[in-house]
């Protein structure tokens, strides 16, 4: 049987941010995660473009260290640790950071944007069209239960469909797996899992299986586009550190530019990066030019989904504007 499992802030207990933080203008260490989500991620690894840019600062020995971690729970506890700089996870992970740490004098605020993306609920079961079909028999794979955007989307969707008092009335069925697993376990037809609330390129790959079909997608429940990633730091870390924060800036938007400009050289970049042999450099170009994806330092309608985390509970403070929980360098473009 598969545990359901919570994202765990317990690093957020006194002390939250470890004295590991500091300036060091020779190495900055940034965690990735799976997916085209992280595309722009692997782009500036691949062309090196945070030490380009760090050199254009005047950090010309900048050094970029990336690792994959898979979860927002790993990489908030080696952010949280000092051990890391720059974490992506979602925009609901910021929001629940800046909720616990704004005024301590260790924000966590982002840095920018990482991209929009949809989540997409995709299912084997012939018999689920929507989620009202969804019955105790179902298991729904995500990420990371009641915190992620995906599991906050399912309970939009859930609030939307039976009403407000219902809004939780999904989260019994979702289980906590990283998207290669869920896939896998989807795909595979022998694990109680039947659903995945899934990221890009996953529910590409999922919709072209026999036997499975799309449920929902994230947009239509927010009538739009929403970021899914963000670009965090402490603020520790970011004052300590302002041209390596404006290194990885500019890195991040030259990335973002050469993706657009790009995509099947992006796609090539993917799947050597990642080792993903299931799609072909065809297949991955289309779904880097999908236009539902928007590689972006912009954030959008972050505040939509804040706003339905406290009144939830999982929050107790939303912020006035984007804004406050963006530090100064993203704060010029029109998010939301």
């Not at 929001?95 to 982002?110: F, M, Q, S």
Request: hydrophobic share 40%; with cysteine.
């Amino acid at each position: 049987m598969l545990k359901r499992r919570s994202l765990g802030l317990g690093l957020l207990a006194s002390p939250f941010i470890s004295n590991r933080v500091r300036a060091e203008d020779s190495v900055v260490r940034i965690s990735k995660q799976y997916g085209l989500g992280y595309l722009s991620m692997m782009v500036m690894e691949h062309e090196h473009l945070v030490e380009k840019h760090g050199a254009k600062v005047g950090l010309p020995g900048l050094a970029a260290e990336w690792s994959v971690l898979g979860g927002p729970t790993p990489q908030i506890d080696a952010l949280l640790a000092g051990q890391i700089g720059f974490i992506g996870p979602g925009s609901t992970t910021l929001v629940t950071l800046w909720d616990k740490t704004a005024g301590t004098g260790r924000d966590i605020k982002a840095l920018s944007a990482l991209q929009s993306m949809p989540f997409v609920l995709m299912t084997r079961n012939p018999a689920v069209r929507s989620i009202a079909d969804l019955t105790e028999k179902d298991k729904i794979a995500l990420p990371g239960v009641k915190i992620t955007g995906h599991a906050l989307t399912l309970e939009m969707a859930a609030a939307s469909q039976w009403g407000f008092p219902a809004y939780d009335r999904l989260d019994s069925l979702t289980v906590t797996l990283s998207h290669p697993d869920a896939m896998a376990a989807l795909l595979g037809g022998q694990s109680e899992v039947n659903c995945h609330m899934a990221s890009s390129p996953f529910y590409y790959y999922e919709r072209a299986a026999p036997g499975v079909h799309e449920v929902l997608k994230s947009y239509d429940v927010t009538g739009g586009k929403h970021t899914n990633g963000v670009v965090l730091t402490s603020k520790q870390y970011h004052d300590a550190n302002p041209k390596i924060c404006a290194a990885v800036l500019a890195a991040q938007q030259e990335a973002n530019d050469f993706i657009r400009n790009n995509p099947r050289q992006a796609a090539e970049i993917y799947l050597a990066m990642t080792g993903d042999r299931k799609g072909t450099v065809d297949q991955m170009a289309g779904w880097v030019a999908d236009p539902d994806v928007v590689y972006t330092t912009v954030p959008m309608k972050v505040m939509e989904f804040a706003a339905f985390m406290q009144r939830v509970g999982r929050v107790k403070r939303v912020a006035g504007s984007w804004k406050d929980m963006f530090f100064p360098e993203s704060q010029d473009v029109a998010g939301s």
